[in-house]
C-alpha cells in the first residue's frame, strides 16, 4: 500500500493528499448514484402542462420526472416545488388510482398517500390507473380558489 506510507512519510502534506483522494472518491460514488438515478428515469420525458385556472397557474410549465414511487409509476417535479404523481389513495383509505398536481414530495416507498397527510388536499387531480400520465387535453379536478373546478388542461411530452 503505498498510498499509506506516503501519507505517514509526508506528515500534513500526507493528510491533504488522503483528504485529495476522499474527495475523488466521494465525486466517483456520486456521479455514480447520479448515473444509477439517472438510469433508472431513462425513457421518461419531462412534461408540460398547460391550462389551469389563474389561482392555479403556478402549475403551468415543465414538470421534471425525479424518481419511481413504490407503485413503479414516475412523479415529476416543477422548479417551484410543484408535484405531479400517481396516489392509489390520496387520504389511504380509500381507492381513487389519481394522478394528482400537489406541493409535497411523494413518498418513493408507500403504496398509498403518497404525501403522508391522511387527506385528500392535493392541488388537482385526474382519475386514471395508467402506468403514465395521461396526455393531451383533459378534464381534471382543480383546487381554484378554494373550490374544486372541472377545468380542461393539456399535458404534453417535447417534439424531438
Not at 28 to 54: D, F, H, K, N, R
Not at 71 to 96: E, H, L, M, V
Amino acid at each position: 500500500v503505498p498510498f499509506a506510507k506516503k501519507t505517514r512519510a509526508y506528515g500534513t502534506s500526507g493528510v491533504f493528499l488522503l483528504m485529495v483522494n476522499f474527495l475523488r472518491l466521494l465525486a466517483v460514488w456520486w456521479s455514480l448514484g447520479l448515473y444509477l438515478c439517472s438510469a433508472e428515469l431513462e425513457g421518461y420525458l419531462s412534461i408540460t402542462v398547460s391550462g389551469m385556472c389563474s389561482q392555479r397557474s403556478g402549475l403551468n410549465g415543465v414538470f421534471e420526472p425525479m424518481g419511481l414511487t413504490a407503485s413503479g409509476r414516475p412523479w415529476y417535479r416543477k422548479t417551484n416545488g410543484a408535484t405531479f404523481y400517481w396516489d392509489q389513495s390520496c387520504d389511504g383509505s380509500n381507492i381513487y388510482n389519481e394522478w394528482n398536481f400537489d406541493s409535497q414530495v411523494p413518498s418513493e416507498t408507500a403504496f398509498q398517500d403518497l404525501d403522508g397527510d391522511g387527506a385528500c388536499t392535493q392541488l388537482g387531480y385526474i382519475a386514471s390507473s395508467s402506468n403514465l400520465p395521461p396526455m393531451g387535453t383533459n378534464t381534471w379536478t382543480i383546487n381554484c380558489g378554494g373550490s374544486s373546478v372541472e377545468v380542461s388542461v393539456t399535458t404534453t411530452t417535447p417534439a424531438f
